[in-house]
């Protein structure tokens, strides 16, 4: 309940991009194994910049985002590229425990955090 701190009224929003041409064609070639193939749509440059302007949008409302990753290494990539905080597998529960206590606090300034499944129950 967001009354007692805990993480609540969340917007969740589903954003297509279009994969771009060099991508799809390393996605349509018939020797790209189904790992790559995940590992391109995922890491499609249309869905960072997308990403980058949802969180600039949101930031300048000064809204706490949490962004949700399947792979660890776009978790990892991302969050260096854009100087954003991550939570994955590998950070320890105290580290975990600090970014998420200072996410809470609003005059903090951390107000978004790439996270992976870990998350989930956090």
């Avoid at 007692?4 to 929003?13: I, K, P």
């Avoid at 020797?31 to 499609?44: C, E, H, I, T």
């Amino acid at each position: 309940r967001e009354r007692d701190g805990f993480l609540a009224r969340a917007l969740c929003v589903e954003i297509r991009s279009k994969m771009t041409d060099d991508f799809l064609s390393k996605y349509m070639d018939d020797g790209v194994g189904k790992r790559q193939k995940r590992m391109l749509y995922m890491g499609n440059p249309n869905k960072f910049y997308a990403l980058q302007h949802v969180i600039r949008f949101h930031e300048k409302r000064d809204d706490k985002i949490l962004v949700f990753f399947q792979e660890v290494y776009l978790v990892k990539r991302y969050a260096k590229l854009l100087g954003k905080h991550k939570i994955h597998g590998k950070v320890t529960e105290d580290q975990r425990a600090e970014i998420f206590e200072s996410f809470r606090q609003r005059d903090s300034g951390l107000n978004c955090i790439f996270i992976t499944s870990v998350g989930d129950t956090s």
